[in-house]
């Protein structure tokens, strides 16, 4: 339908489309903005802190991965285009790892998805591991991209919301260096749109799961991966997590699967599709049991 | 004349030509200290222009905030692909080859900027 109207209209479609629905999390209505494509095994991407499923483009409109996967990437409340529940301007947004998983099951069980696939970059990249521990049953496998049991701080995020610097600008310039330095110009400047616009302490909210909230390294060695397969994939450029981060908590989950791809950093589906797409694919083969 | 007297001048005279950047410090006014190693400049930034550069570690002159770079991190940090852990301000603080003090806040105000003079031309 939507492919014929773009051929009447002269206009390329991409495979891509975005809905809109009301979910419920911990008592509150959430309208939660999500894109979707493809057919198969349910593939639930999860965006990093600050930004928003934008991240996903590129993933969401590969044939090669939507032929087998529907891919479906959503904006977390107080990000993109998803609003922040009713009230928001009384409060300070913190996430944590209840409200984080909560979330994310929520949209799962909104979506009626069967044993998903669950892919997550940094903040997404750490509650996946959660997920695998609490949640492995319901799910297929999880993908943790830049993500680790935990990681050492390397700035002050009380910078990151404040009158008199702006939020966009310091967010974007922080996170700048996480991009390889090879990583395309037009998807570095693409990756950083996202925490240029982001909302007013909804980067610094978003840390408090990552920074407070998430420490995990005392639980993830219960992780079953007969039950919930973990895979876990990091640039080599990331210096927020490293790939020693990331090699430290794979070796303390039995089977769990490491990668550290060369070429990129802490947003490797955004920031270098191509180079990525490399690493994903042979991922995405496994987990549906094609190697 | 110091061992990086002369990048720091060719860093200049490109920041100064680039009209974007200039335009994105235009509210930059300010002394900060760049040390690399024993090699001490104090760059005096001037609406986004850098109007000065002044050896001297040594000297009583005020900064606004200081950026303290190991020679071999500086080294690394100023080629044109650099190897992880190198190619960014806070790597290199992370990884303990880079230290930064004072009076940060005209920094992360205009970090951006602050960023790009420093890996200008790179």
Redesign the interface.
């Known amino acids: 339908m939507a492919a014929k109207l773009g051929a009447e209209l002269g206009v390329e479609f991409e495979a891509a489309i975005g809905r809109y629905m009301t979910v419920e999390i911990q008592g509150r209505a959430n309208r939660i903005y999500f894109e979707t494509a493809g057919q198969g095994i349910p593939l639930v991407c999860l965006h990093t802190a600050g930004a928003d499923a934008t991240q996903y483009r590129h993933l969401l409109n590969d044939a090669e991965i939507t032929r087998n996967y529907q891919v479906i990437a959503f904006d977390l409340p107080w990000h993109g285009k998803s609003l922040p529940p009713v009230g928001y301007h009384l409060e300070d947004y913190n996430l944590t790892t209840d409200l984080y998983l909560d979330t994310v099951m929520a949209v799962c069980q909104a979506l009626k998805l069967e044993q998903p696939v669950i892919m997550g970059c940094s903040m997404g990249g750490r509650i996946v591991l959660q997920l695998a521990l609490s949640r492995g049953a319901e799910l297929g496998a999880v993908i943790g991209l830049e993500g680790a049991d935990h990681q050492?701080p390397?700035?002050d995020t009380e910078?990151l919301h404040r009158p008199?610097?702006?939020g966009g600008?310091?967010s974007?310039?922080?996170v700048?260096?996480?991009v390889?330095?090879?990583s395309p110009d037009e998807f570095r400047w693409e990756t950083l749109w996202g925490y240029l616009q982001g909302g007013p302490g909804v980067f610094k909210g978003d840390l408090h799961f990552y920074r407070v909230d998430s420490d995990y390294r005392d639980r993830v060695g219960d992780i079953d991966t007969n039950q919930c397969p973990v895979y876990l994939m990091t640039g080599?450029?990331d210096?927020s997590c490293t790939p020693e981060d990331t090699l430290r908590t794979a070796a303390r989950i039995d089977g769990a699967q490491a990668t550290i791809m060369e070429g990129l950093g802490h947003f490797p589906m955004c920031e270098d599709p191509a180079q990525f797409r490399r690493y994903i694919l042979p991922v995405l083969d496994q987990i549906r049991g094609k190697t | 004349m110091a061992p990086n007297t002369d990048i720091l001048h060719s860093i200049a005279a490109a920041v100064n030509n680039d009209a974007a950047m200039v335009h994105r410090g235009r509210y930059v006014d300010l002394n900060f200290l760049l040390s690399i190693g024993s090699d001490s400049h104090f760059l005096t930034i001037s609406q986004g222009r850098i109007a000065a550069i002044t050896l001297g570690g040594g000297l009583m002159r005020p900064w606004r905030f200081a950026i303290h770079i190991t020679p071999e991190a500086w080294k690394k940090f100023r080629q044109p692909l650099p190897r992880p852990g190198y190619h960014d301000l806070f790597a290199m603080c992370k990884l303990g080859e880079a230290r930064i003090e004072g009076e940060i806040h005209a920094l992360m105000a205009n970090l951006r900027y602050f960023k790009e003079l420093l890996a200008h031309g790179r």
């Open positions: 050492e390397w700035y910078w008199d610097v702006h600008e310091i974007a310039a922080l700048s260096g996480l390889a330095p090879q080599e450029y210096f």
